[in-house]
């Protein structure tokens, strides 16, 4: 019996590799597989070496977490060296501590895949060595990876973007409308201000200014706000409380729909991040903003590989969406952008043009077929050197 060891480090991770045990099982029912994970990968029957929840940490609350992300990297060399020894490791993502991992499984003669690439085209380049050195084969969900990675001599291969099979379809707008109690006779705009503390802190105030900017220049415009399901009430309220009694501009907050608001909004406002991704699959016109402390800002600035923040342009390879950043991320900028987006047809029509190409330039591929098949290849291939 072959055996399969996956590593995740958060939520996201779990369900893509959910996705892949689900198609490795079809092509191999008798392989073994064991994880550290979440309830998704249990939920296809995987057994959990641990749980990855404490992983998922950021800031001071990482740092206090580095002496058990220390351990846990310690048990699970020793486990799959001495124990479990699998066939093949397959690493999701977390690049912090996936490459150490394969630091030392390289080490003691374990042979590591890697399925989406940490962002070394954003920041950190020099990950791509320890990458060469350590990883069989990685497989990247961006074309523009791979061919990052073979012009440094990385065996690499592009398998698609889970979201081209993932991603809910065949909204209907009428329904979405007539169930949020929203006017179909005005436009709507989608805000999305992030899903992590530090982003709305920071992009609330000028997301809500924004708004209130647009409402000068048309009341013909209405706007939802999708608060991200990790977001605590409170946070969004401290904003929004205060702005809609002063302003008397109504925002409506939309929980567990951002797929829907996307796909109906007329034009979007939105913290960069995949659902930028998203919102381009949609090919729903937006805008992107993005403010940090300043020396995060910097550093970003000092890293970064590729002059582009948002995955449309970075897919594109050229500006098809204005992104404003920290000291451009200004209201007056985004609201322009998004009157622009709203009521000049040709600049309209030229955005979701656009944004339909990024779609053909990712293709057809379904990531976790075309990774299950590839991991199923090497086992095979394991199979008859014995």
Known sequence: ?????????????????????????KLNP?????AIGGKSLEAEGVKLFSDHSKMAV????????????????????????????????????????????????????????????PQVWASRKGRINKVKK????????????????????????????????QLPQNFDREEFIKQNNID???????????SRKMEINYLMPIFLESVKQIHQHSKKVQFCLGQAPNIEDKLINKYLDDFTKKENIEIKVLKNQNHALLSSSDAVILASGTITLEAAMYTTPMVISYKAPSLAYYLYLLLRYIKFISLPN?????????????????????????????????????????????QNTLGEKVASKEVA??????????????
């Open 314 to 358: 970075i897919i594109a390879g050229k500006k098809i969406v204005e992104e404003f950043l920290q000291h451009r991320a200004k209201p007056e900028l985004i609201s322009q952008e998004v009157l622009g987006l709203l009521y000049n047809s040709e600049k309209r029509e030229q955005m979701v043009h656009e944004l339909g190409q990024i």
């Open 134 to 165: 350590y990883v069989t084969k990685m497989m990247t969900i961006f074309p523009f990876e791979e061919k990052l990675y073979k012009e440094k001599g990385v065996n690499a291969e592009y398998v698609g973007h889970p979201l081209i099979s």
């Open 184 to 194: 179909p006779n005005n436009k709507i705009v989608g805000v999305f201000p992030g």
């Open 58 to 117: 950021v800031g001071l609350d990482a740092f206090k977490s580095l002496f058990s992300h220390i351990k846990l990297g310690q048990n699970l060399v020793n486990y799959l060296t001495t124990e479990y020894q699998p066939d093949l490791v397959l690493l999701i993502d977390y690049g912090g501590f996936n490459l150490r991992l394969a630091k030392e499984l390289k080490k003691r003669g374990i042979e590591i895949f890697y399925y989406i690439s």
């Open 373 to 386: 098949k590839i991991l199923n290849k090497q086992l095979s291939k394991k199979r008859k050197k014995k």
């Open 30 to 34: 008798h392989v073994k597989i064991e």
């Open 1 to 25: 019996m072959k055996k399969l060891f996956i590593v995740t480090g958060e939520h996201s991770g779990d369900i893509h590799a959910s996705y892949i045990v689900r198609e490795i099982k």
